[in-house]
């Protein structure tokens, strides 16, 4: 299937050059495949160029509603490929419009470059008003402390050398993302000839770091030697050959495999070895699991240390610990997100996969155990109101594993009500909690499995708050052809902090029942798949009643099979099963509406 493009009218060649047709010569050599965008005249240079200097193609312009999608469809597409495409925002304004999603890129460790722009930095060629409030004396200082780098280039030739480093540095692991900020005087300049673009093959991220061979022995034998190993994985490859390695280095040393749903999927959930359901925090299984291991390996768990704070519950760790990670290597004061300090006796500073492999081939086999039987789901409730478990069992009904990419899940959702056995069956989490994320993620997802040729029908099950926010991606979607599946699950509240404050209220004795005022999205309800039919995507729903959501379902993986845009509004029941993190619904918000 092909995307569609805006085809520009062909121009003659005049023999002039300018410095932003320097700038589109060195995304098309850095083979940039999309730029989802927000328009702006701080960088109308190089819009130009892109569209009368390229055509439009190699890279091509995704036009965007809002830089939060842009940002969003950019993390997208790198979870699902693990490949780096950009973004533009506008000036100051488009930039403050962005971070959030920046920030979200940020937490997900995914690589994107961002370009930005200011108004001309020499104040005598800003134009009056517009120009100044448009630029600002340190423009990068906005997203600084959660992207990995950014800069300002006071010239073409180092124009295109930032666009190469930054390239670089947002591709070598702890991948992140990057912002380069170009003058818009700059991009506007007339050059005597174009500048020349180093080869970019020159200029690529370095191969992953291997672990040292002293850290491998010494977490081989304290792994051989385990009676009771445990594996946290976390943030690890999409690669299939790193998914088979997983599996073998657990069945080797018969240990016991902890995941979660903030991450995408790393090892089956249906393998005998894996321990409780997947979730926003620990089941009570891998907890107890935790608590009675003698060995544990870590691999680029997030929030390492909080694991241990919450299975053990203040306790001091007595398991040996193998922590593998190089996440230590973007803690910045600002922000929190790498988690609590965990306790390390080996700590590998490398990629998880790099040690899973050496592992594999220096840790012995130990003696194969029994392992218990996963507890039954209990039976669905013989009712026709739609709840998530309702919607989970529909979508397995529907689709087979392999036929799906599922982008996200609800924040209610039980790691048990699906199963993943391979390492693009789902994409975790948005890393950052921030909402409005899910709609530009799913569409850059999607975007990505049509470049890889992928047969996957890209599938994002969204709470209804975090649809609304970045709803504007199904009109991107729509515009190029970029074919997915969104299901909202609709429980027309910001129902995670009417938790929130039935718990300050029985704190605080105080009457529960008001929790829902400012919460709920009602009076007037709002038509959700109306909304989608307006943008140019099929719209279902609302389904209120379980019966009619196979009908649902079944439509909407034909139309996006079909190569439609499709929106179904799932009317779910408010709540959350208690399984759903190993705790109740009183204890499971989170500070995520």
Request: net charge negative.
């Amino acid at each position: 299937m092909t995307i569609r493009r805006e085809e520009p009218v062909s121009g003659h060649p005049n023999g002039r050059y300018w410095g932003s047709d320097s700038i589109a010569d060195c995304l098309r050599a850095m083979r940039v495949p999309w730029l989802a965008l927000n328009p702006g005249a701080s960088y109308r240079g190089l819009h130009d160029s892109l569209v009368n200097h390229l055509g439009n193609e190699a890279p091509q312009m995704l036009l965007c509603l809002h830089e939060e999608v842009a940002i969003a469809i950019a993390q997208g597409y790198a979870k699902a490929s693990g490949r780096m495409m950009g973004a533009i925002v506008h000036s100051n304004v488009g930039l403050m419009h962005a971070s959030m999603a920046v920030f979200n890129a940020w937490c997900d460790r995914v690589p994107m470059l961002i370009l930005g722009a200011t108004g001309p930095w020499d104040a005598a060629r800003r134009r009056p008003w517009i120009d100044w409030i448009h630029t600002a004396s340190d423009q990068g200082a906005l997203v600084r402390d959660y992207t990995k780098w950014d800069n300002q280039p006071g010239s073409i030739a180092a124009a295109v050398e930032a666009l190469l480093r930054g390239s670089q540095i947002s591709q070598t692991a702890p991948r992140g993302p990057v912002y380069v900020n170009l003058d818009a005087a700059l991009q506007e300049s007339q050059l005597a000839a174009p500048v020349a673009i180093p080869d970019p093959v020159r200029y690529v991220a370095p191969s992953a770091s291997l672990p040292s061979p002293v850290d491998i022995d010494r977490a081989a034998a304290l792994l051989s030697m385990s009676e009771r190993p445990v594996i946290l994985l976390g943030r690890v490859s999409r690669s299939e050959a790193d998914w088979a390695r997983r599996i073998e280095l657990a069945e080797k040393l018969q240990a016991q495999v902890i995941t979660d749903l903030k991450n995408a999927a790393g090892f089956p959930t249906a393998h005998p070895q894996h321990v409780g359901p997947p979730g926003a925090f620990l089941s009570a299984d891998a907890c107890a699991a935790i608590r009675a291991a003698d060995t544990i390996l870590m691999l680029d768990w997030v929030d390492p240390g909080g694991v241990f704070r919450q299975a053990l519950s203040g306790d001091a760790c007595s398991a040996k610990v193998i922590h593998v990670s190089l996440d230590m290597h973007l803690h910045r004061g600002w922000s929190m997100d790498g988690g609590s300090l965990p306790p390390a006796d080996v700590y590998m500073l490398c990629e998880p996969d790099a040690a899973v492999a050496a592992l594999l081939a220096a840790c012995t086999n130990r003696p194969k155990r029994t392992w218990p039987g996963r507890q039954p789901l209990a039976p669905l409730p013989d009712d026709d109101q739609v709840s998530l478990r309702q919607l989970a069992d529909v979508l397995d009904r529907a689709a087979t594993a392999e036929e799906l990419c599922i982008v996200r899940l609800p924040l209610g959702w039980n790691g048990a009500y699906r199963d993943f056995s391979a390492p693009m069956d789902y994409l975790g989490a948005d890393g950052g909690g921030g909402l409005g994320a899910g709609p530009g993620n799913a569409v850059g997802v999607a975007l990505a499995l049509r470049d890889d040729a992928s047969s996957r029908v890209p599938v994002a099950l969204l709470g209804d708050g975090d649809f609304l926010m970045g709803c504007t991606a199904v009109w991107t979607a729509v515009r190029y052809g970029i074919p997915v599946l969104i299901i909202v699950c609709n429980n027309h509240s910001f129902f995670n902090d009417e938790l929130h404050q039935e718990r300050v209220a029985r704190e605080r004795s105080r009457p529960v029942e008001n929790r829902w005022i400012g919460q709920r999205m009602t009076e007037p309800e709002i038509d959700l798949a109306k909304m989608a039919e307006s943008m140019g995507a099929v719209g279902i729903g609302p389904v209120v009643r379980a019966q009619d959501l196979p009908a649902a379902i079944s439509r909407g993986l034909a139309e996006v099979r079909a190569g439609k845009v499709c929106v179904i509004d799932a009317s779910v029941v408010p709540g959350y099963d208690a399984n759903m993190s190993g705790q109740s619904s009183s204890q499971s918000a989170v500070h995520k509406r």
